[in-house]
């Protein structure tokens, strides 16, 4: 099994060795997000030559220690080719998976080029999901996820995390301090007896570098945290961090299960429904990604991953 924690000593001249895992190039997609940045420092971390990648320009002082960057838009026509991929490169990507989905199609990759690309949970815990926006696009995550492993000819690995935290900039754990930080009430629909398995965003950067060095995968890989616990244990330890008090309102399922699919094609409106139905609704995934070795932590979150000290940029 793969363990990518410990970086490599330093060789006589102060560099580190390239780990023999690392065949080629490791370019990294969306390198301005937390995700992305994570996956370059553990593989610079191996001694490989990282290639930074980013639309944005330029890209910040915290990628000028990697061997090289680059700026490319992946949404843009043709732009996959302007990365220059050679045969044992390593691509991962942190950008949307239906972005790299639509950058791939029609391109003809070299021969041994490997890809990480991450996908969701989702894809798996929404696929027969009870409200038709959910279920339509868990169903287009996952034609994204064939249309990037067909254009690979099946050499690529596809992840499947759970909520992922840790930066202060998710939409999961974050988002979740600042709402309570605003109206201080929870309402719990259905106790809030869903479970739930948040992945740290620096646990899933060292799991995507050891997917993308081991043998292609031959289906999703789901990736959940460390610790599965319900979405109302979640918030206490959420607001806890935060130092926010807050007060529960229980609240019955039913009324939210039917204004989702009430609303389902109204906006916000029905994804509002649909996302406070959720709060008694299972969505843990097998761990798949144990083979890997890569320890993932319990959740405990700190200041920065409910947004109250600095983020990494």
């Known amino acids: 099994m793969n363990q990518l924690r410990t970086p490599q000593p330093l060789d006589s001249h102060g560099q580190r060795p390239i780990d023999p895992l690392i065949r080629g190039r490791v370019f990294v997609v969306g390198i301005t997000s937390p995700l992305g940045h994570g996956i370059a420092s553990a593989a610079l971390a191996r001694g490989a030559r990282v290639i930074a990648v980013s639309r944005s320009w330029p890209i910040g002082a915290n990628v000028c220690n990697f061997w090289k960057s680059l700026r490319l838009d992946l949404g843009a ?11 044992g490169d390593i691509l991962i990507c942190a950008a949307p998976l239906r972005v790299l989905a639509r950058a791939v199609d029609g391109f003809e990759f070299p021969p041994g080029v490997r890809i990480t690309a991450i996908s969701s949970a989702s894809a798996t815990t929404k696929a027969n999901s009870r409200f038709p926006r959910d279920a339509q696009w868990a169903k287009e995550m996952r034609a994204a996820e064939v249309a990037i492993t067909n254009a690979v000819q099946g050499d690529a690995s596809i992840l499947r995390p759970t909520m992922i935290y840790g930066s202060g900039r998710d939409r999961n754990v974050a988002h979740i301090a600042r709402k309570l930080a605003r109206v201080h009430v929870l309402p719990l629909i259905g106790g809030g007896s869903g479970l739930r398995a948040p992945v740290h965003v620096d646990d899933l ?22 610790e599965r616990l319900t979405f109302r ?9 935060a130092h926010v008090r807050y007060t529960e309102v229980p609240m019955p399922l039913l009324p939210f299960t039917l204004g989702a699919r009430a609303f389902a094609h109204v906006g916000r409106i029905g994804w509002s429904f649909a996302a406070c139905a959720r709060m008694a609704e299972d969505l843990t995934v097998p761990d798949d990604a144990a083979m890997f070795g890569v320890a993932r932590r319990e959740f405990h979150p700190d200041a920065r991953a409910v947004g109250q000290s600095e983020a990494r940029e």
């Open 205 to 226: 950067a060292q799991v995507a570098l050891a997917a993308a060095c081991g043998a292609a995968a031959t289906k999703p890989i789901h990736v959940p945290g460390g």
């Open 233 to 241: 244990e979640m918030v206490r330890r959420i607001a806890a961090v």
């Open 77 to 87: 026509e043709g732009s996959i080719a302007d990365l220059g991929l050679e045969a």
